[in-house]
């Protein structure tokens, strides 16, 4: 299987004055296409702060991180900007909708920064948004949806471009456990149907049993690797 993301001792302190943090210690991590990932342990644990490196919102700070087989470690701003829009989908906890949009123009955002025609966006934003059940919802703002809907709306956003890897940090956290379980099934099916590679975060017992594979952090160390 082809390697999408790979992490050779890759690790973060936080420095403030004399004071140092160890969020994570280094690291050796290799995910495979289509795979689906949960990352699991306690708050503190350094969840956030792998998938952060991974998605390249945060930098090692040493070690080395290949996405898709691009070195990310000394893109520039603008050069590390380009690969996550090309590569990643991000699913946040808080949903991160832009309260000002619908959950068509939310959707559709990610499509004009990519600079693609009128009628192709229509088409994809459309079917992204079909595809997670909002297909009734496209004209309604976040404000006027449910915490599952806007989750919906952040997935579809996530997937519209087709990238070949999704982010979620801790996407069931603000939805009860229903609505929580039929997320994880729509991502299941995403992985299943588009070949989708799917990491995510997570202390939910019940959403880290969906997982295909398990990787248990705690105190930013890698203390288990688990495929199911």
Same mark, same amino acid.
């Given at each position: &299987?082809?390697?999408?993301? *790979?992490?050779?001792?890759?690790?973060?302190?936080?420095? $403030?004055?004399?004071? $140092?943090?160890?969020?994570?210690?280094?690291?050796?991590?290799?995910?495979? *296409?289509? =795979?689906?990932?949960?990352?699991?342990?306690? $708050?503190?644990?350094?969840? @956030? @702060?792998?998938?952060?490196?991974?998605?390249?919102?945060?930098?090692?700070?040493?070690?080395?991180?290949?996405?898709?087989? *691009?070195? @990310?470690?000394?893109?520039?701003?603008? $050069?590390?900007?380009? &690969?996550?829009?090309?590569?990643?989908?991000?699913?946040?906890?808080?949903?991160?909708?832009?309260?000002?949009?619908?959950?068509?123009?939310?959707?559709?955002?990610?499509?004009?920064?990519?600079?693609?025609?009128?009628?192709?966006?229509?088409?994809?934003?459309?079917?992204?948004?079909? !595809?997670?059940?909002?297909?009734?919802? &496209?004209?309604?703002?976040?404000?006027? &949806?449910?915490?599952?809907?806007?989750?919906?709306?952040?997935?579809?956003?996530?997937?519209?471009?087709?990238?070949?890897?999704?982010?979620?940090? =801790?996407?069931?956290?603000?939805?009860?456990?229903? @609505?929580?379980?039929?997320?994880?099934?729509?991502?299941?099916?995403?992985?299943?149907?588009?070949?989708?590679?799917?990491?995510?975060?997570?202390?939910?017992?019940?959403?880290? =049993?969906?997982?295909?594979?398990?990787?248990?952090?705690?105190?930013? !160390?890698?203390?288990?690797?688990?495929?199911?």
């Amino acid at each position: &299987m082809k390697e999408l993301i *790979e992490l050779r001792q890759a690790s973060r302190i936080y420095n $403030s004055g004399e004071q $140092s943090l160890t969020a994570l210690y280094p690291v050796d991590l290799v995910v495979h *296409e289509g =795979e689906f990932v949960c990352i699991a342990g306690p $708050s503190g644990s350094g969840k @956030t @702060t792998l998938l952060n490196i991974i998605g390249g919102l945060d930098a090692p700070s040493a070690g080395r991180v290949s996405i898709a087989g *691009e070195m @990310t470690n000394g893109l520039s701003r603008r $050069s590390s900007a380009r &690969m996550r829009l090309d590569l990643l989908g991000f699913v946040f906890q808080t949903y991160n909708l832009i309260p000002v949009l619908t959950a068509y123009e939310n959707v559709e955002y990610v499509l004009l920064l990519k600079g693609v025609s009128a009628s192709e966006r229509k088409a994809r934003v459309a079917s992204a948004l079909c !595809r997670v059940g909002l297909e009734g919802q &496209m004209n309604k703002f976040p404000r006027e &949806m449910s915490g599952g809907q806007q989750q919906r709306v952040a997935v579809a956003r996530a997937i519209v471009a087709a990238p070949p890897i999704v982010l979620a940090d =801790e996407p069931t956290a603000n939805l009860d456990s229903s @609505t929580g379980k039929d997320l994880i099934d729509l991502l299941l099916g995403l992985n299943s149907e588009q070949k989708i590679t799917f990491v995510f975060s997570s202390h939910d017992p019940l959403i880290i =049993e969906r997982a295909g594979r398990v990787i248990t952090l705690q105190d930013g !160390r890698i203390v288990n690797d688990v495929r199911l």
